[in-house]
């Protein structure tokens, strides 16, 4: 059985007749989605507003009704993936290179729930390289800033090209080693002009679903990861 989907077959049961629904972005919301889907072709009445143009596509693909960001207020439910979790559900996100938009999903959701395979599960967030994404004019003065914090940046690239966000901006990739103060650096990346998001999610999950290889499914509220 394929861990992510056991995750994202068990966070859907969470949505419920009259939802809006947040879409995350990546290879293990990429199930969520289809599994959404069928639901809706079943008889399922929910709105849905994506992550990123890929997941978008994704839900008109299977039918799912979507509605853009500027017409929502608040969202039900989100369910995305993610890059690494600790035991305190901090997150890092953005390997798809969907941050941005995935947070605001998160951060205006009344419950936002990650999926993960048991290969995300970490003591520090750290050994995968914290996605920024910054504002393309200001490319080298805003990595300089960056780099101030004690980090190395790789500017992500896709076939030798920069890598362009759905937004428009870059995303650089930065290998801190352990993170210990999530919250702290958090802060500090986002207060640096040219900075627009970072892909850190401190305490903002309300449940981490984990599928295991052996076909189990284990399930983390946040309220118990607090003690
Ligand atoms: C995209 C993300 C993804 O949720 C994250 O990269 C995990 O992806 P996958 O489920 O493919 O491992 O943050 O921006």
Known sequence: MNPKKLAA???????????????????????AIEALAKRVREGLNIRAVASSNHSEQLAK????????????????????????????????????????????????????IVIVDESKKVEHLGRFPLPVEIVPFAESLTIRQIQQLDCITTIRTVEGKPFVTDNGNLIVDCEFGKILDPIELHKQLNL????????????????????????????????????
């Open 61 to 112: 693909q299977g039918g799912i009704p979507l509605v853009p960001f500027s017409d929502i207020e608040l969202i039900d439910v989100t369910i995305d993936g993610a890059d690494e979790v600790d035991s305190q559900l901090n997150l890092i996100k953005g390997g798809g290179g969907a941050l941005l938009r995935e947070k605001i999903l998160a951060a205006n959701s009344k419950t936002f």
């Open 9 to 31: 077959d068990k966070a859907i049961e969470y949505v419920t007749d009259g939802m809006i629904v947040g879409l995350g972005t990546g290879s293990t919301a990429y199930w």
């Open 192 to 227: 640096l002009p040219g900075v627009v998001e970072n892909g850190l999610f401190p305490s903002m999950a309300s449940k981490v679903i984990v599928g295991h290889l052996d076909g189990s499914v284990e399930l983390i509220d946040s309220a118990d990861s607090m003690n």
